[in-house]
T-cell receptor, first 113, second 112 residues
Framework: GQQLNQSPQSMFIQEGEDVSMNCTSS?????WLWYKQEPGEGPVLLIA???AGELTSNGRLTAQFGITRKDSFLNISASIPSDVGIYFC?????????????WGLGTSLAVNP | EPEVTQTPSHQVTQMGQEVILRCVPI?????FYWYRQILGQKVEFLVS????????KSEIFDDQFSVERPDGSNFTLKIRSTKLEDSAMYFC??????????FGQGTRLTVV
């Protein structure tokens, strides 16, 4: 079935460091999304990417939709303690309004103050 | 800010019992979803619902599962006879025609 391979599985960094994580797939995705999940909460959308090659920023976060539409990366610059959480990539395979999300396994981020 | 609300936050149930997980989607949204996340695993799609009917369901969503939108505001997931392996976080999500889905905070279901 469709699968998103997300790496790394976990990261432990010092406050102020930059972070990079990525997702790859053997399938072509129409949309790539990056979510953050904190303990006891549901996933919160960080960035949505809709076009191959698109590069989008949201504050200290930057994400890109790969040219082949089979990969995406998320960068966090100058990490702070509140960046702690699990970051998920997710994507839509089909078109239209009512599309299910396929999810990666997540990258668990820990930030040492 | 509008939000998706799920109740209860945690449900413990005996194996074989029926459970109903409740969700109040964002009021003007049209598309509704249930996802689940087994501890330590990825989020998995269960079912999507639009125009008062199921649009798509996964292999996980077997005859033990059902969804309803009984009154135009609530969106429920029922598991008829729970199994141990149904223990997971269950997330409800809703979306409109334009933006991506918003997720609730989840219901942790523990089957004992």
């Amino acid at each position: 079935g469709q699968q998103l391979n997300q790496s790394p599985q976990s990261m432990f960094i010092q406050e102020g460091e930059d972070v990079s994580m990525n997702c790859t797939s053997s399938s072509i995705f129409n949309t790539w999304l990056w979510y953050k999940q904190e303990p006891g909460e549901g996933p919160v959308l960080l960035i949505a990417l809709y076009k191959a090659g698109e590069l989008t920023s949201n504050g200290r976060l930057t994400a890109q939709f790969g040219i082949t539409r089979k990969d995406s990366f998320l960068n966090i610059s100058a990490s702070i303690p509140s960046d702690v959480g699990i970051y998920f990539c997710a994507g839509h395979l089909g078109a239209g309004n009512n599309r299910k999300l396929i999810w990666g396994l997540g990258t668990s981020l820990a930030v040492n103050p | 800010e509008p939000e998706v609300t799920q109740t209860p936050s945690h449900q413990v149930t005996q194996m074989g019992q029926e459970v109903i997980l409740r969700c109040v989607p964002i009021s003007n949204h049209l598309y509704f979803y249930w996802y689940r996340q087994i501890l330590g695993q990825k989020v998995e799609f269960l079912v999507s619902f639009y125009n008062n009917e199921i649009s798509e369901k996964s292999e996980i969503f077997d005859d033990q599962f059902s969804v309803e939108r009984p009154d135009g505001s609530n969106f429920t997931l029922k598991i008829r006879s729970t199994k141990l392996e149904d223990s997971a976080m269950y997330f409800c999500a809703s979306k409109d025609r334009v933006y991506e889905a918003f997720f609730g905070q989840g219901t942790r279901l523990t089957v004992v």
